[in-house]
């Protein structure tokens, strides 16, 4: 198994107080209960963007480029 990499955000005080909250009722850290939501969301944008792709390629306009500016 690969080594996990690390990870350096800031939060500002109201929000870093919320997700101290947040993270002390579950009985986890603040760095655990951050890696569980990042990973969870990061997981739930991919699965969409995968069923986007999917979508678009059943109507025919996957492979048509979009232009950058619309």
Known sequence: MLE???LRLKLNP???????LLA???GL???EWAERVLVREA????HAAML???????????????PAEM
């Open 4 to 6: 996990r990499k690390d």
């Open 29 to 31: 850290d603040l760095a």
């Open 52 to 66: 986007i792709h999917q979508r678009a390629e059943r109507l025919g306009i996957a492979a048509q480029a979009l």
């Open 43 to 46: 997981r739930r944008e991919l």
């Open 24 to 26: 002390d009722v579950r």
């Open 14 to 20: 109201d929000d870093h107080a919320a997700v101290s």
